[in-house]
């Protein structure tokens, strides 16, 4: 049996995250930080959609998706710990703990 699928899969913006968060990466325009969807179209029809889990760079002149790793403001706030090896710090009491502790021996906390 023959399925011709006239048809494709979409990506659409549900929502703007932050508006000129980066520079496109293709044209060098302003690139907004969106969560968008999947759409998925059968004869230009919407027939599925549901959303995506990470949000991605969506430029505003050529419409392109790309990731957001190249702004890199999210990621470095939520990993400190590994640009300041020797000078780990416990994130629950702030001292100064060996970066080869597992455990902090001040407060217990597992780092
Ligand atoms: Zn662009
Ligand atoms: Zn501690």
């Known amino acids: 049996m023959f399925f011709f699928f006239f048809g494709g899969l979409e990506r659409q913006v549900r929502q703007v995250l932050k508006p000129g968060s980066g520079p496109c990466i293709f044209c060098g325009s302003r690139a907004d930080l969106v969560h968008y969807e999947h759409v998925l179209k059968v004869f ?34 939520t990993t400190p710990t590994t640009l300041l090896d020797d000078a780990l ?5 702030s001292r100064v703990v060996d ?10 906390l597992s780092l």
């Open 44 to 77: 230009f029809v919407p027939v599925w959609r549901w959303p995506a889990k990470d949000p991605l760079m969506n430029c505003t002149n050529c419409s392109a998706f790309f990731p957001p790793h190249t702004t890199a403001a999210t990621t470095a706030e």
């Open 89 to 93: 710090r416990c994130p629950n009491c």
């Open 99 to 108: 970066s080869e502790f597992r455990f902090c021996p001040f407060c217990g």
